[in-house]
């Protein structure tokens, strides 16, 4: 392909191995799994977990490594290239993480004004009225957008600043970021886990997290929630993991990376969850309750549940804060740059811009869109978007690969690049995945979320909000990806040779 020689790269695997991991490691590991764990069964849950990771997880990334690497372009143009028709699915990944990207910049925010509150603990002894009102300054509602948080506003700007010095020259930037981010937020979580366990109570709240209830495998929510939760875990179907592949050299081992990056993701999953749950079983016995009264999840996890447990550790507490905070800055960092790139790279493919004009344009628009996350109101709109899109836009996206590869192409066609220079070489166990328990799993999680949501609505919010804020910022995403699909390519793009199973296709193709 005739742009493959001018194609950026990677400066090495490490810095490529860190890029994934450092997309896949953020907010979602330290506030997120432990309380799935927790919910889904303790020590149990992590059955079906490893069974999703190497039936969903290991798979998707090897796919999409694959596709990147081979195809030498970000989602859109990669997707082209196997199919002109296809073009608007790498589009559609791309969007999405753009909306990810706004509304998680707004997150990042809290996370820098909380680090500086740590020096003090600034929330004082009312963490909760502390963060929705003292800080947010948090509307009734979602349709009562208020006005600017001028602290969130200035942490926006920062983060806007610093991620176009760190991106827009090249992709070098990226992968030296990642190099020093990576380890250094390796070694912060490492001393809340040591510290964390040597807390009294510490042993309660592990208890109450890893004590396995079996009887939870035989409920299919379970096993659900495991797949669901993999899949946003490793930063699946939102072109991140396609579009830093595409920065490989072609004749790259893939296998063996997508192994690494998916574990090592896992890893620090547990490790996080061990580190959360000694803190929680600390809060606890200080407040004479169980380990189960103070486990919580989010943003009520981050924000408020620690600060608190913070309060109870006298002059500790504010080495802890200061860390922990920090942590969450660095992890969400190198997840929001990975979106950043996903989201901009394939507009300056197909319009053939520069790499700093494009970012100078994602920065100034992302700053201007994350604004609405600064107001009175930005919390519940961030909540209702980051539902649809996590429940509905990502998994449809990751059930149309699978069931385009799968079932329209050829997944032999896929398996013989992973394993051409791989040192794993994958089986026809890789296929079985693509075509049929990653299309049975994610369509029934996308149906049970619809079910849901019919029945019970969600967190309360009225269904002008929901329509608003979550179904039409899908719907949206979908015409855009089907209007930039109708637009020329500015550099030529050869339809790569993707075989098709025998009897569909014709000429070459059919074969």
Known sequence: MSDVAERQQWGSKAGFLMSAIGSAVGLGNIWRFPYVLYEQGGGAFLIPYLVAMFTAAIPLLVLEYTIGSQMRGTSALSWARIR?????????????AGCIMVYYSAILSWAISYTR?????????????????????????????????LAVLAGLVLLWGSAFLVCSRRVRGLEKANL???????ILMLIIIIRGLMLPGAAAGLNTLFTPDFHAMLNPRVWLAAYGHVFFSCSLASGVMVTYSSYLPKKSELTNSACIAGFSNSFFEILCAVGVFSILGFMA??????????????????????????????????????????????GGY??????????????TEKFKISRRKGYAILCSLGFAASILFTTNGGLYILDIADFFINNFGLVLVGLLEAFIVGWL?????????????????????????????????????????????????????????????????????FVFSFVLQSKGWAIPVQTAEVQLPPGRGKGKEGK
Do not use: H
Not at 123 to 143: A, T, V, Y
Not at 334 to 347: D, G, H, V, Y
Not at 443 to 465: C, D, K, Q, V
């Open 334 to 347: 190198t997840s929001l740059l990975s979106l950043m790139e996903a989201f901009i790279a394939p507009f």
């Open 84 to 96: 002109a028709k296809y073009e608007w699915l790498g589009w559609l990944q791309a969007f999405f």
């Open 180 to 186: 020093i981010m990576m380890p250094a937020l390796f």
């Open 285 to 330: 016995g200080q407040q004479g309750v169980p380990a189960t009264e103070v486990a919580t999840s989010g943003i009520g996890l981050a924000f408020i549940a620690f600060p608190a447990g913070f309060n109870t550790m006298g002059n500790l507490g504010v080495f802890f804060s200061i860390t922990f905070f920090f942590a969450l800055v660095v």
């Open 409 to 477: 192409l050829k997944t032999g066609y896929f398996r013989e690049l992973a394993n051409a220079n791989s040192y794993f070489k994958f089986g026809r166990w890789w296929d079985a995945c693509i075509r049929f328990i990653i299309p049975i799993m994610l369509s029934s999680t996308i149906m049970l979320s619809i079910r849901n949501l019919i029945l019970n609505g969600y967190e309360g919010y009225p269904m002008i909000a929901m329509i608003l804020y979550g179904a039409l910022l899908i719907a949206l995403c």
């Open 117 to 149: 509150f740590a020096f003090t603990m600034a929330w004082g002894d009312d963490p909760n009225g502390f963060f929705f009102g003292s800080f947010l300054k948090l509307s009734d509602g979602p349709m009562q957008i208020g006005t600017v948080n």
